[in-house]
C-alpha cells in the first residue's frame, strides 16, 4: 500500500474564498485521484489528476470550479474556488498500488474535511 | 456507466451476531469488487477485495462472496465486534474507474 499525506485535515472557510488541498503520496504513482464526499454520502469522482497532463474530470465537475495540479508522481493539488456552502465536503486523495499495473485497488488518504459558512 | 447499489443503509445487530451487506451492480464489464470501511474521521480502508474470476473469498471474520451472472456481491461479517461499527462501502470497477455504493452504517451493540 501507500502513505497518502493530505493537508489540510479541516478548515473552515467563508464563502467565496478558495482553498487548496495538498496530497503527498510516499511513492510514485502513476494516477492520482480526487473524491468528493458529502455529508453522510457516498465517494463520488471528481477527476483523475494526469503527470504531464491536464487532469480529467468526471461529469458535473469543471476545472474552473476544481482546478488540479500534478505537479510530479508523489503530489497533487486540488483547489476548491469561489467556495459555497454547498461545497463542504470531505475531499479525499486516492491513489493505486505504487507497483504500479492495473490491479483496480484504490488507497485512500484521510480525508480534508471542509466546511463552508 | 456503471450504477452500483447498496443494501441496507443502516444495519443494528448484536455483538457475536453476524452481519451481511449486499450490493448489485449493473456493469458487466466490471471485474474488481472492494469493501471499504470508514471510520468517524477518518478515510476509507480498504478491508477485503474479490476479483471477476473468483467466487469466495475469506479473510478470518469477513468473507465476499460474487455472483456474476446475477451481478451481486455480499460481504459477510461473523462474529462481530463493538470494533466493527463503521460505515462499509462496497465498490466496482474496471481499469481504476471505481464506483461506489451509497454506504451502510452497521452498528453492533455489545
Same mark, same amino acid.
Given at each position: #500500500?501507500? /502513505? $497518502? ?5 479541516? =478548515? $473552515?472557510?467563508?464563502? &467565496?474564498?478558495?482553498?487548496? $488541498?495538498?496530497?503527498? /503520496? ?13 455529508? &453522510? ?5 471528481? %477527476?483523475?489528476?494526469?503527470?504531464? #497532463? @491536464?487532469?480529467?474530470?468526471?461529469? &458535473?465537475? /469543471?476545472?474552473?470550479?476544481?482546478? $488540479? ?10 483547489? /476548491?474556488?469561489?467556495?459555497?456552502? @454547498? =461545497? ?10 505504487? %507497483?504500479?499495473?492495473?490491479? &483496480? @485497488?484504490?488507497?485512500?488518504? @484521510?480525508? #480534508? ?5 | ?12 445487530? *448484536? ?8 450490493? +448489485? ?12 470501511? *470508514?471510520e468517524l474521521g477518518k478515510g476509507p480502508q480498504l478491508i477485503i477485495d474479490i476479483r ?7 479473510? *478470518?471474520?469477513?468473507a465476499v462472496t460474487l455472483n456474476k451472472t446475477a451481478k451481486h456481491f455480499s460481504l459477510?461479517? +461473523?462474529? +462481530? *465486534? ?22 451502510t452504517r452497521l452498528t453492533v451493540k455489545p
Open positions: #500500500s501507500a /502513505v $497518502i499525506s493530505q493537508k489540510p485535515s479541516r =478548515d $473552515i472557510c467563508q464563502r &467565496g474564498t478558495s482553498l487548496t $488541498i495538498q496530497c503527498q /503520496v510516499d511513492s510514485q504513482v502513476t494516477m492520482m485521484f480526487w473524491y468528493r464526499q458529502q455529508p &453522510g454520502q457516498s465517494l463520488t469522482l471528481i %477527476a483523475t489528476a494526469n503527470q504531464g #497532463s @491536464e487532469a480529467t474530470y468526471e461529469s &458535473g465537475f /469543471v476545472i474552473d470550479k476544481f482546478p $488540479i495540479s500534478r505537479p510530479n508522481l508523489t503530489f497533487s493539488t486540488l483547489t /476548491v474556488s469561489n467556495m459555497s456552502p @454547498e =461545497d463542504s465536503s470531505i475531499y479525499l486523495c486516492s491513489v493505486p498500488p505504487p %507497483a504500479g499495473g492495473n490491479t &483496480g @485497488e484504490l488507497f485512500f488518504g @484521510e480525508g #480534508s474535511r471542509l466546511t463552508v459558512l | 456507466g456503471e450504477n452500483v447499489e447498496q443494501h441496507p443503509s443502516t444495519l443494528s445487530v *448484536q455483538e457475536g451476531d453476524s452481519a451481511v451487506i449486499k450490493c +448489485t451492480y449493473s456493469d458487466s464489464a466490471s471485474n474488481y469488487f472492494p469493501w471499504y470501511k *470508514q471477476s474470476n473468483v467466487g469466495e473469498k475469506k479473510d *478470518q471474520r469477513i459477510h461479517i +461473523t462474529e +462481530t *465486534q463493538p470494533e466493527d461499527s463503521a460505515v462499509y462501502f462496497c465498490a466496482a470497477s474496471e481499469h481504476n474507474d471505481m464506483r461506489f455504493g451509497a454506504g
